[in-house]
């Protein structure tokens, strides 16, 4: 079934962040069967090129290359369907590129088999907090949300936003997807990230697809650390849904 035909339901996605493929593929390995989802960003990505994602669907993973979009209409046009040839089922452009440059990359992959992959349009970036924008006097929420509804607008899947932000983009824009990175168990260090949560209020507020990277990546056992936010996932998804926490599988 293509991915664009996928209703959508929280999924965990690991980023697997690393300056190795030989480290990243070994991970990978580890987390196999435990999240569906892997991100390649831009450094995994120029040191090891497309040959890892065909490994990591190999390894039964959906492939999300996040390299951030942003340039011509038809350069990012060109670039969809390069991404897609490559492996890639989910990829990242900014939706400052503007209505044509996005609507260049929906065309694209609509003349792909299978509608081609997702493309999601990132909004603003969880690193920036209120006032770290230049040349932009809105709140990040605000600035978040009026990209969303033009996200909507030239026929993306779904937006990259803070889990902050999902609330009032699913309310504006209803059926487009939220993906939210800057996920953190109760406790953890935000790191580099500013607007973080943890995924039962990730869920909550009702995110789609959950980013995680170092919490797992640098955990004593990645494994151990993706089944354990797998299942936070899970259990906040179903306490969603009105499902008491008694009938709340184990698996």
């Known amino acids: 079934m293509p991915l664009t035909r996928i209703p959508p339901r929280p999924d965990l996605v690991v980023a697997l962040d690393l300056p190795d493929k030989d480290r990243a593929l070994s991970l990978a ?24 994602l065909e490994s990591l669907r190999g390894l039964g993973f959906n492939v999300f290359l996040d390299l951030k979009f942003y340039d011509i209409p038809h350069t990012v046009a060109q670039a969809v369907k390069a991404a897609a040839a490559g492996g890639a089922d ?46 932009i006097v809105a709140a990040p929420q605000d600035f978040a949300l009026s990209l969303a509804r033009g996200a909507a607008a030239w026929g993306l899947d779904g937006v990259v936003c803070s889990g902050h932000e999902v609330p009032e983009i699913k309310k504006a824009c209803p059926g487009l997807r939220c993906l939210c990175p800057g996920i953190r168990p109760e406790g953890a260090a935000a790191d580099d990230q500013r607007r973080v949560m943890t995924p039962a209020m990730a869920v909550a507020a009702g995110a789609d697809y959950l980013v995680a990277g170092r919490p797992i990546i640098a955990a004593p056992d990645p494994a151990e650390a993706a089944r354990a936010m797998a299942a936070a996932i899970r259990h906040a998804a179903l306490r969603a849904q009105g499902v008491p926490p008694a009938a709340h599988s184990p698996a």
């Open 90 to 135: 989910l990829l990242t452009l900014h939706c400052q590129g503007g209505e044509r440059m996005c609507r260049a990359a929906r065309e694209a992959a609509a003349g792909l088999p299978g509608g081609g992959p997702l493309l999601f349009g990132v909004t603003v970036l969880t690193s920036f907090a209120q006032g770290e924008m230049p040349g």
């Open 29 to 52: 390995r580890r987390l196999r069967g435990v999240a569906p989802w892997c991100k390649v960003g831009m450094e995994l990505f120029t040191l090891a090129g497309p040959a890892l």
